[in-house]
């Protein structure tokens, strides 16, 4: 079982992957919340991209200075939490809504960490995968798909309908490409070992390190 303490140590432990002079992708979450006083409290020279207002603000307010995306083409780092980590490194982001941003923002990371408490490691991925949709042709693309239940929270910032895909999760790369390759999918939750670098998990006190070889 998770807890606020394993969040606070997962996260505390990434800030030390972050060094002056780097720019640095922050993710979106419960998890992070804990990563950006860490980070503001080494007070390196570092520039920050946020994955969503709420972490911009929550950036800003603690003296990190925050970078709109369209001023920056790549990271030296990227941190974010995750809903599930499987053992071969695939991802489920999304919980919060943000995973289009994320994915991007991790993809254009040099190296991209992964902060988690001990709730979040699976045997393997189960459940549902958050999606962002577009809203021209909704209809059509959850005919489409079926199987996508839409959330009822506001549209993200970018205005896609987010839902979560209900089906088959047992081949996580044929799902991702069927989703990638649907018209009308923005982007969804699946996010392959090749963009992971590290994990982190923390069990009680302790924080395991897991490279992600891929
Ligand atoms: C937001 C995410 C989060 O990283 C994920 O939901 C984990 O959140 P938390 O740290 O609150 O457990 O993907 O879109």
């Not at 995968?129 to 909704?138: I, K, R, S, T, W």
């Not at 790369?173 to 069927?178: C, F, N």
Request: with cysteine; charged share 20%.
């Amino acid at each position: 079982m998770g807890s606020e303490d394993e969040k606070r140590a997962a996260a505390h432990a990434s800030v030390d992957f972050v060094e002056n002079g780097m720019t640095v992708g922050l993710g979106t979450g419960s998890t992070v919340a804990y990563l950006l006083p860490a980070l503001a409290a080494r007070a390196l020279d570092i520039r920050c991209v946020a994955t969503s207002p709420r972490t911009a603000d929550a950036a800003t307010a603690l003296g990190l200075r925050v970078l709109d995306f369209d001023a920056v083409d790549r990271f030296d780092i990227a941190i974010d939490g995750a809903d599930q980590i499987a053992p071969d490194g695939w991802l489920i982001k999304g919980g919060g809504a943000a995973h289009t941003r994320e994915k991007i923002v991790a993809n254009a990371a040099d190296r991209f960490v992964v902060i988690a408490d001990s709730s979040k490691p699976v045997a393997a991925l189960h459940g549902s995968v958050p999606v962002e949709l577009m809203a021209y042709g909704l209809a059509a693309t959850l005919r489409e798909l079926s199987g996508v239940v839409l959330r009822d929270v506001p549209r993200s910032p970018d205005g896609g309908v987010i839902g979560d895909f209900h089906g088959d999760l047992s081949d996580p790369a044929a799902l991702a490409a069927r989703l990638s390759g649907a018209p009308g999918v923005v982007d969804h939750g699946l996010f392959a070992p090749s963009m992971v670098h590290d994990v982190l998990i923390a069990r009680g006190t302790e924080v395991e390190h897991r490279v992600i070889e891929s």
